[in-house]
């Protein structure tokens, strides 16, 4: 049983340039969810989604852009890289219900020159 | 809009001594408190969760955590630390139907000998 997989584990981006995290679960979780974090910020929202075909902005969604096509898979996607874009990036998963715990992914670590 | 502070940044304490970490948040309802830990380079794990009924909660790892209406607070707790819970702490906030958690920034701890 993988969990919540994150690919790849490390990216360098030049500023303008663009890419896809990608975020898959199989654990047939209906909510799925991108957050980024910062030192000395936590952990900030930046999309969720409550099952296929359904997405939401979070706290910061500028710059980012998610689908879900399936329950499996939950891409995030920079647009245009900007050096404040410079993070730590979680995918989460859970069931649909506040006794389920979140499972999150082991990160992205994303740097923009 | 609820939010979840954690006054102390860093906790230093010694093995073998108690441990209290500081969650106070901000919400007008009855909230789903939750505590998750991050060791390095990791996601985060959860540790417990209050949702109604007794007021003390344990968790994974001998940790135990304390919901206070009065004080809006839900502190964490373990008697005895040990070296390998030196990690990142993290107290969220989730409201009404399924939705989304909010996050503290985080309390740093670490243990020394």
């Known amino acids: 049983n993988a969990g919540v997989t994150q690919t790849p584990k490390f990216q360098v981006l030049k500023t303008g340039q663009s890419m896809t995290l990608q975020c898959a679960q199989d654990?047939?979780?209906?909510?799925m969810s991108w957050y980024r974090q910062d030192p000395g910020m936590g952990l900030r929202l930046i999309h969720y989604s409550v099952g296929a075909g359904i997405t939401d902005q979070g706290e910061v969604p500028n710059g980012y852009n998610v689908s879900r096509s399936t329950t499996e898979d939950f891409p995030l996607r920079l647009l245009s890289a900007a050096p404040s874009q410079t993070s730590v990036y979680f995918c989460?998963?859970?069931?649909?219900?506040?006794?389920?715990?979140?499972?999150f992914g082991n990160g992205t670590r994303l740097t923009v020159t | 809009a609820q939010s979840v502070t954690q006054p102390d940044i860093h906790i230093t304490v010694s093995e073998g001594a108690s441990l209290e970490l500081r969650c106070n948040y901000s919400?007008?309802?009855?909230?789903?408190l939750f505590w998750y830990v991050q060791s390095p380079g990791q996601g985060l794990q959860l540790l417990l969760k209050y949702f109604s009924g007794d007021t003390l909660v344990q968790g994974i790892k001998g940790f135990e955590a304390e919901f206070k209406r009065s004080q809006s607070s839900f502190n964490l707790r373990k008697p005895s630390v040990h070296w390998s819970d030196a990690a990142e702490y993290f107290c969220?906030?989730?409201?009404?139907?399924?939705?989304?958690?909010?996050f503290g920034k985080g309390t740093m701890l670490l243990v020394s000998p």
């Open positions: 969220a906030v989730g409201e009404g139907g399924y939705s989304t958690l909010t």
């Open positions: 919400y007008g309802a009855t909230p789903y």
């Open positions: 654990m047939n979780h209906e909510y």
């Open positions: 989460a998963s859970s069931y649909s219900n506040w006794d389920s715990p979140l499972h």
